[in-house]
């Protein structure tokens, strides 16, 4: 059975995508019975850097926040394994918000240890509900002037807002 390839990234390229990064060293219950961190440790990673990309933006300041100011439900989860990352190491997570449409967006993530060693790169899929009903709703133009601010336009997708500068 033949591996399937790396996917090809520019990472200088990349990296200029994101305006948003926090750092993590990883810890002995993180890694495998190989000494790499194990797969499912980059999600928590990825979800964690996420979090504190919303807090960073003042969008959720408490658990409750994440169920009256920022109500999502994920509905798809990809992630690339590109390098490994082992016990010790300092790994930067970049977080972005790709895209935004309606009621759903999309959060990017990358892990890079040594400055420029690319570990994984995450894409994950939100869709913006109502808390009570479960229900998808459009995501309110506040919180997509917000994003759009902070990535200094650089998100994908029909994000017209009426709020202005």
């Known amino acids: 059975m033949g591996q399937k390839a790396k996917p090809e990234i520019d990472f200088d390229a990349e990296i200029k995508k994101y305006n948003f990064k926090n ?10 019975a190989i000494g790499v961190l194990y797969n499912i440790q980059y999600l928590y990673l990825f979800e964690n850097a996420r979090l504190d ?6 969008l959720i300041l408490t658990l409750n926040d994440l169920i009256t100011q920022f109500p999502v439900m994920t ?35 990358i892990a890079v240890k040594n400055t420029n060693v690319l570990l994984a790169k995450s894409s994950t899929v939100y869709v913006y509900i ?15 002037y917000l994003f759009l601010s902070f990535e200094k336009g650089n998100i994908e997708g029909n994000i017209e807002t009426n709020i202005k500068n």
């Open 23 to 32: 750092k993590v060293k990883i810890h002995f219950h993180q890694i495998d």
């Open 53 to 58: 990309y919303l807090q960073n933006l003042g």
């Open 75 to 109: 509905v798809s989860h990809h992630i690339d394994y590109i390098n490994s990352a082992e016990f010790g190491d300092d790994v930067e997570i970049y977080t972005r918000v790709k895209s935004i449409s309606n009621s759903s967006l999309i959060f990017e993530n």
């Open 130 to 144: 109502d808390a009570l009903t479960k229900k998808s709703k459009p995501i309110p133009e506040e919180i997509k």
